[in-house]
């Protein structure tokens, strides 16, 4: 399986950014019509996720809970001072796995594929694999 960068720019310290068109346009650049999509991150302070995309309250709801759940000052060790941002993006997650039908991924009717940023703004690469079938 062949991966492909992505690369993603935040434009914030904290900000859900919505990669699900790009994903669907690197699947249609492989030719693949049935498989499975791998999306990895390769930082340790933003994550994915998937969430509603309709509705921007939403991820920023998801956002403001993340905070409280994570205060940015605590008993934190790490001399960087992104503690927080650390522990959100585990909580996140740093890959998703996709089915892929017909060419696109195969996600509910509100899912989008999220970038989450906790520690920008910056730019942030992201490896997009397809494993399937042409047919
Ligand atoms: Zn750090």
Redesign the pocket.
């Known amino acids: 399986m062949k991966w492909t960068p992505i690369e993603v720019k935040t434009g914030s310290r904290t900000v859900f950014v919505d990669i699900t068109g790009r994903i669907d346009e690197e699947i249609r650049k492989t030719g693949i019509q049935n498989g499975i999509c791998f999306i990895v991150i390769q930082h340790?302070?933003a994550g994915l996720t998937i969430n509603e995309n309709a509705d921007p309250d939403v991820t920023r709801d998801i956002l403001v809970s993340l905070s409280r759940l994570v205060p940015a000052t605590g008993d934190y060790r790490?001399a960087?001072?992104?503690?927080d941002?650390?522990l959100k993006a585990s909580l996140m997650g740093f890959s998703l796995m996709v089915p892929v039908m017909n060419g696109r991924l195969a996600r509910g009717t509100w899912q989008g594929i999220y970038v989450c940023e906790f520690?920008g703004p910056r730019t942030r690469q992201v490896l997009v694999g397809v494993q399937g079938e042409e047919e």
Not at 80 to 83: Q, R
């Open positions: 340790t302070t790490h960087e001072g992104n503690s941002a650390h520690d």
